[in-house]
């Protein structure tokens, strides 16, 4: 059934729907060969984004009635609020396979609950996956074969760095971190941009600029051995440019302050989609 020494895992995978996650997860297992396409079957009921899926080689399903009668592991990429009404569909699937779920704030109690029993894998990545720089959060349910879990380790891994933890509670909080947080980043290269134009760069520089300088600092911080606060502090020279910016970025711990509140409306949001879902 795999083999992942080869770096290739023949499982029958069926992916249930094809947004930006569930695009970006599957484009980073086919392009790095983790899967062979023609094991994979997508289903999707928007056209444009059915067409995006079978452009990488895989079968793509209008619904889930088409489907073959065999599946190895199927990844459910569904929104939370989609979660109720379409999982129990898959039932038929409940004593061959194990499920994936990437639905933010759904609990396994419950995902295992909607699919009969079926033995039940939280994942939450995120959408640099999509060339290989994710960040994924992973907790398993009771009866998930080692080998099983062992796949989807590997498989999330070919999207960027996959972490386990043993406490479900810790998949909503990293929902708010590396889940909702390349937002957060990619809202922080807006006002770079638009501070950089405003201060009379123009506008296509300023946003090279903004993301270089976002991109560099993070590939730093990931190879260097020091903690980002020392990193901070090797930039930042006494009376300089850096520190007068400063100054004012980190008054009254301002900047903490907001982000302490920022990931805790998404955790927040994360809790209350597993009472709605």
């Given at each position: 059934?795999t083999d ?19 695009y970006a997860?599957?484009?980073s297992?086919?392009t ?20 995006r899926?079978a ?11 088409s489907l ?10 569904l929104?939370p609020?989609?979660?109720?009404a379409?999982l129990?569909i898959?039932?038929r699937?409940?004593r061959?396979a194990?499920?994936?779920s990437?639905?933010?704030?759904v609990p396994?109690v419950?995902?295992?609950a ?6 039940v894998?939280r994942?939450?990545?995120?959408t640099?996956a999509a060339?290989?720089?994710?960040s994924?959060?992973?907790f398993s ?9 062992n796949?989807?380790?590997?498989l999330f891994?070919?999207?960027g760095?996959v972490?386990?933890v043993e406490?479900?509670l ?5 929902t708010?971190?590396?889940g909702?947080g390349?937002a957060?980043?990619?809202?922080l ?13 123009p506008?296509e520089?300023?946003?090279k ?9 993070g ?8 903690e ?6 090797q930039?930042t020279?006494p009376k300089g ?5 400063l ?5 009254d ?6 982000l302490r509140r ?5 955790f927040d ?9």
């Open positions: 059934m992942t020494t080869s770096g290739i895992i023949s499982y029958r995978l069926i992916v249930v729907g094809c947004g930006n996650m569930g997860l599957l484009k297992w086919i790095s060969e983790a899967v062979d396409a023609s094991n994979v079957h997508v289903v999707e009921p928007v056209g444009a984004l059915r067409n899926a452009e990488l080689g895989v079968a793509v399903h209008n619904g889930p009635d073959p009668d065999q599946a190895d592991l199927i990844v459910l990429a929104k609020q989609a979660v109720s379409e129990p898959y039932r699937f409940a061959q194990v499920f994936v990437i639905a933010a704030g396994i419950k995902l295992a909607l699919l009969g029993g079926a033995p894998i994942a939450i990545p995120n640099p060339i290989g720089k994710g994924t959060i992973v349910g009771d009866g998930v074969p080692d080998v099983a879990l796949n989807v380790m590997f891994a070919a999207g760095a972490h386990r406490d479900e810790l998949v909503d909080a990293a708010a971190i590396s909702s390349p957060y980043i990619f809202y290269m807006e006002c770079l941009t638009a501070a950089a134009h405003e201060l009379g760069l506008k520089l300023a946003g600029l903004a993301k270089e300088t976002v991109h560099g600092a590939a730093l911080a990931i190879q260097a051995d020091n980002p606060a020392d990193l901070r502090r930039v020279s440019t850096t520190e007068a910016a100054s004012l970025l980190m008054a711990e301002q900047l903490l302050s907001l920022t990931t805790k409306a998404a949001r994360s809790q209350a989609l597993a009472t709605h879902a």
